[in-house]
């Protein structure tokens, strides 16, 4: 990469982090493009070099946050370790994303402009639910071939391991900013986990190497 390059990457890169910074502490409609280049130390006319308006800004900080975390995603089950530990670290991983303050405002932020602009809404829940379903429905698949876990359609284990770690009540908390502290606690993961093992573990998976594998995990927190 050049030096003109990276100074271009370095300015494109300063101005999302300011997009985004902005946008979550005012929201979208209260931002302005010359909110986000003051923060960002450019001119309005250097910002709409590299962001065509304020809608083409939430798409990138929309991007680059959902994609952050499917990275992570990804790294976790990628993973070698005992089937049981990758789901229990996976499920904390989306867990904590789901009730971290940054991600609270966004998807905010997105159900409110969906009406005016659906395909933001629609690139939000491709990056986000749609890929992380996909991810997870690809590594239960890898456990099913395995022997670990029974036969079943992937997208639907993989539907039913996201319902139990995050859940529809727990969303409706987050869009409405109304998340009790409470439902922060560890045990929740532990549950979740254990009711997926219960439907889908394979039936030759001995319960002592489950309670083993879940004190490995215990002791890795």
């Known amino acids: 990469m050049g030096k003109a390059t990276a100074k271009q990457e370095s300015h494109k890169q300063r101005i999302l982090d300011a997009a985004s910074a902005v946008f979550l502490k005012c ?15 450019v001119s309005k006319r250097e910002l709409y070099f590299y962001f065509a308006d304020k809608r083409a800004l939430l798409a990138a900080v929309i991007t680059e946050l959902q994609g952050s975390m499917q990275s992570r995603m990804n790294v976790n089950w990628a993973s070698t370790e005992d089937m049981e530990i990758v789901l229990r670290k996976s499920a904390a991983a989306l867990r904590n994303f789901i009730l971290s303050e940054r991600f609270g405002k966004l998807v905010r932020i997105v159900s409110a402009e969906s009406y005016h602009d659906p395909a933001v809404a629609k690139k939000f829940f491709e990056l986000g639910p749609l890929a992380g379903r996909k991810a997870t429905a690809k590594f239960l698949k890898a456990q099913m071939d395995q022997g670990r876990l029974r036969k079943a359609d992937p997208i639907k284990a993989a539907d039913d ?4 770690v995050v859940g529809a009540q727990l969303m409706t908390a987050v869009v409405l900013g109304q998340v009790d502290p409470a439902v922060r606690k560890r045990n929740h993961v532990h549950h979740s986990v254990n009711v997926f093992l219960m439907i889908y573990a394979a039936t030759n998976t001995p319960p002592a190497a489950r309670r083993r594998s879940t004190s490995r995990f215990a002791q890795a927190q």
């Not at 929201?27 to 130390?41: H, L, P, V």
């Open 27 to 41: 929201g979208f409609e209260q931002t302005s493009t010359a909110d986000i280049a003051r923060r960002a130390k």
């Open 161 to 164: 391991f996201l319902d139990l």
